[in-house]
């Protein structure tokens, strides 16, 4: 994939499809250490030890219908091109944490790309859930909490067009922020 943006839409959408409620998502670029780390942590229905062990595999879904699961073995392929790799946590019952690294300055390294945009894909799923986002480069972060945002809308749904569009613009302007300093 060109943006590491749509690997992270996969991973997410795994966390979904786990019946998770919350996810936190952190995106740190460590230029001293010159390593990118991508983690996924959610509280979704987890796998047992067997499963963990196969999902890297290509072929291994629980989908019904496609018949072959690539979310996870496409991410690690992408990681171990670039002098990092994929690790999976998981508790049955619990919940799952995904972490992929890279070397940040790989040639091969795809850019980050549109996060606003996987982001926002992930939030206005039909069912509600809650993210905190944090991306740190090197001092300085971007975050936020969806469940913050919501105490504050209180009835207002994030999919509703103002708060949407308010949303995107919001995670945009804070990603071009960060990517400022290079
Ligand atoms: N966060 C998660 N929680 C529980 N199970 C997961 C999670 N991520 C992946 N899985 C399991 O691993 C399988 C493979 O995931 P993936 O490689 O993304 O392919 P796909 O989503 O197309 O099945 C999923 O079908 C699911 O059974
Ligand atoms: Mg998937």
Known sequence: MRELALHV????????????TRVTLTV????????LTISVQDNGCGMDESTVRRVLDPFYTTRTTRHVGLGLPLLAA??????????IESQMGHGTTVTATFQHSHLDRAPLGDMGQSLL??????????????????????????AELR??????????????????A?????????????
């Not at 919001?170 to 290079?182: D, K, N």
């Open 121 to 146: 894909a992930f939030l206005l799923a039909p069912r509600p859930i809650d993210l905190a986002y944090v991306h740190r480069v090197d001092v300085r972060e971007f975050a936020f909490d969806t």
């Open 151 to 168: 105490s504050e809308l209180g009835d207002v749904p994030l999919s509703h067009p103002i708060v949407r569009d308010w949303l995107g």
């Open 78 to 87: 992408a990681a171990e091109r670039c002098n990092g790799g994929v690790r």
């Open 28 to 35: 740190h670029e460590d230029t001293a250490a010159d390593m």
């Open 170 to 182: 919001f995670i945009a302007e804070g990603e071009t922020e960060l990517s400022h300093t290079y």
């Open 9 to 20: 839409l996969d991973i997410l959408e795994n966390a979904l499809t786990a019946g998770a």
